[in-house]
């Protein structure tokens, strides 16, 4: 593409979370074709790519660090993106998937899967649970945080412009809590 | 030698999957698997919480469908309570619940399976999206944006928010409603229409084009799951539950949610997080079913609203009165869209609607309470269990695409074994594998969910012998975690 030269190029990823905070991002509703005219969306759960590419200008990050999949994902996120951002509360805090942490891990799945259905489902190839959900900033470092459960869509948009930019966002008067 | 294919990440879906498809020695499919990867154990977690908690909590499973959670979880805190909540509260919450429906299926049919459907399943990978699709086909995707606008404006101009609002609280809701908010929602109903009835038309002179994916999209379990109300309508906020054979034949209606236990039970399956339920009587896996769109238009008898009864006859005639294939899950879901928005101005024009009466409330009168409703993606049920005090000692949830789930990984293989060349792999081979588990729009992240019924024992049955094993002797009920 001849403007992928001129256009960002931005990632969104979805680890831990509900989705909520993607949705946010698409309630920017026709803004998001405003979006899409100065950055090319080259990864996420909208887009077909399959594999994270090369040098991404910039990640948004929805949900908190869960399993071994999501740390492998994260880390490989953080070397091959410029600016990576926190999207909302979970990936910010740890938020509702961390209230597992009390639990151990093992009783958690023994009690929704029945006992010894952990061992049996990691050797079946699905991604282990780590101990504990945590936010992204335990295991990378983030650049910068967008709070909210889930972030208000202007407050995601702004942060896109101003980081995109080249500046630091203020989203004093535009987060909210929970 | 044999060889396996992984699609690492299912994309354009509510959640995250994998698909491996494993090849014989001559490069053809021999077997595949859907595998869910994200599991979150929150039955577990709320122990312990107040049960008013539980809507706001459970809500957060899902962004694209909190409002049916949070119906679902708000219905079994007023078993809690043992209340009925006031009329007007009834009626709001069902606006809310349809216009949920509207948004949800426009983000499904228009955001994530148009690139598929329109751009073809063969576009490259980079423009197989939203923004191609605003890019080739700007009104369509001008639609799919509007529509889901219409569906999220009309949450907040209920509930305050478009995403995890508080105003649906055990006992009602928070907040009656404003004739402004009334006046805006209803002032976008015609566009709502219009949109709707350009895409059925659209979709409609599609199917020709997609007769291979109809034909392979899946046609099995031919068994269907789904609310009913006592008309033969959907009840998607409240009815009582309806099991209807290819046919069609009527399995079993009005069965009470609450005694959800006594027909569905559910076996684990290997490799994934997904557990698969099943019609009891009928025992693994022959009474495995399909919940969702196209599940609830073939077990209902009418759709009662002008249009959409329109639409529903025309689908019965175009497509047969219990159209199997997976594919149709779309064009049920555009037409359940319409129901909505024609449903939805129908309770809205009601005066009744504005009464200030939204909200019973009361302390714990019992100790265990049944909430199901019908998301957008089918049956969803919410069983608590609390101490006199009202703290949860133990919950479970049966999520709408955990019904799904047998229905899915068999779609797979059936795709698989059509369009997959294991000589020859071309990455829209393996998009249409992926577009089928599009079609049933699963949400994922609220799937791994379920809990199930903890005494079922994890093991395979052989078919021969599964009718035998699961339908004998008394359902098990629920036993308390260990602590
Ligand atoms: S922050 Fe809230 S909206 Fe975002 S993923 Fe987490 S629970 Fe969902």
Not at chain 2, 137 to 145: E, F, S
Request: hydrophobic residues 40%; glycine residues 8%; proline residues 7%.
């Amino acid at each position: 593409m001849t403007s992928a030269a001129t256009k960002a190029r931005v990632a969104t990823v979805w680890l831990d979370g509900c989705s909520g905070c993607h949705m946010s991002f698409l309630d920017l509703d026709d803004a998001v074709a405003q979006v899409a005219a100065k950055a090319d969306i080259v990864y996420g759960p909208l887009v077909d790519a399959q594999d994270f590419p090369e040098d991404v200008d910039l990640t948004l990050v929805e949900g908190a660090v869960s399993s071994e999949d999501d740390l492998r994902q994260i880390q490989k996120i953080r070397k091959r993106t410029k600016v990576l951002v926190a999207l909302g509360d979970c990936a910010v805090t740890g938020n509702v998937p961390a209230m597992r942490n009390t639990v151990p891990t093992q009783r958690l799945l023994d009690r929704v899967y029945g006992n010894g259905a952990s061992a049996r489902l990691f050797r079946e190839g699905v991604p282990r649970l780590l101990d504990q959900a945590v936010p992204l900033h335990q295991v990378v470092k983030v650049d910068a945080h967008i709070p909210g459960c889930p972030p208000p869509p202007g407050a995601i948009l702004q942060a896109l412009v101003d980081l995109l930019a080249g500046r630091k966002p203020d989203l004093t008067t535009m987060v909210k809590f929970g | 030698m044999t060889k396996t294919i992984t699609i690492p990440h299912v994309t354009r879906i509510e959640g995250h999957a994998k698909i491996s498809i494993y090849l014989d020695e001559h490069g053809r499919v021999d077997r595949t698997h859907l595998h869910v990867t994200q599991v979150r154990g929150f039955e577990k977690f709320v122990e312990g919480r107040p049960y008013y908690e539980m809507p706001g909590i459970t809500a957060r499973i899902c962004g694209i469908c909190p409002v049916s959670h949070a119906l679902a979880s708000a219905k079994a805190c007023e078993g809690i309570m043992a209340i009925r909540i006031p009329k007007p509260a009834r009626m709001l919450r069902e606006v809310l619940h349809l216009s949920q429906f509207v948004q949800s299926h426009a983000l499904s049919y228009f955001y994530l399976s148009a690139p598929d459907l329109l751009l073809g399943m063969d576009e490259p990978v980079a423009s197989r999206n939203i923004v191609g699709l605003l890019a080739k086909y700007p009104d369509r995707a001008r639609d799919g944006i509007e529509l889901r606008k219409f569906g999220q404006q009309a949450i907040a101009a209920l509930a305050g928010e478009r995403i995890h609002a508080s105003w649906v609280v055990p006992g009602g809701v928070n907040q009656p409603l404003t004739l402004e908010a009334r006046d805006s929602i209803l002032r976008g109903v015609p566009a709502a229409r219009e949109i709707l009835r350009r895409a059925i038309a659209g979709h409609k002179a599609s199917l020709d084009r997609f007769a291979e994916e109809i034909a392979n999209f899946g046609a099995t379990p031919d068994l269907y799951a789904g609310l009913v109300d006592e008309h033969g309508a959907p009840g998607l906020y409240d009815g009582r539950i309806r099991f209807v054979a290819g046919g069609p034949h009527v399995i079993a209606t009005g069965l009470d949610p609450a005694a959800y236990e006594d027909f569905i039970a559910e076996a684990p399956q290997p490799g994934t997080y997904l557990k698969s339920p099943f019609y009891r009587p009928l025992g693994f896996p022959d009474g495995v079913y399909r919940v969702g769109p196209l599940a609830r238009l073939n077990v209902i008898d009418q759709l009662p609203t002008e249009e959409a009864g329109e639409e529903l006859a025309a689908f019965r005639s175009l497509c047969g009165r219990m159209p199997s294939s997976g594919f149709h899950y779309h064009y049920a879901r555009l037409i359940e869209a319409l129901y909505a928005v024609e449903r939805l101005e129908h309770l809205l024009t009601d005066p009744a609607i504005l009464d200030r009466h939204v909200r019973a409330k009361a302390a714990v009168n019992e100790l265990e309470a049944v909430g199901c409703i019908e998301a957008p993606r089918g049956i969803l049920i919410h069983h608590y269990k609390v101490d006199d005090k009202g703290a949860i000692k133990w919950a479970n949830l049966i999520v709408a695409t955990g019904h799904n789930s047998a229905a899915m990984d068999r779609a797979v293989e059936s795709v698989s074994r059509r369009f997959i060349d294991g000589g020859n792999i071309q990455e829209g081979m393996l998009n249409r594998v992926c577009a089928v588990v599009r079609a049933y729009d699963p949400c994922l992240s609220c799937s791994t969910h379920a809990l199930g019924i903890p005494d079922l024992v994890v093991e395979l049955i052989p078919p021969d012998k599964a009718a035998t094993s699961a339908s004998s002797g008394t359902p098990p009920s629920p036993r308390r975690p260990s602590p």
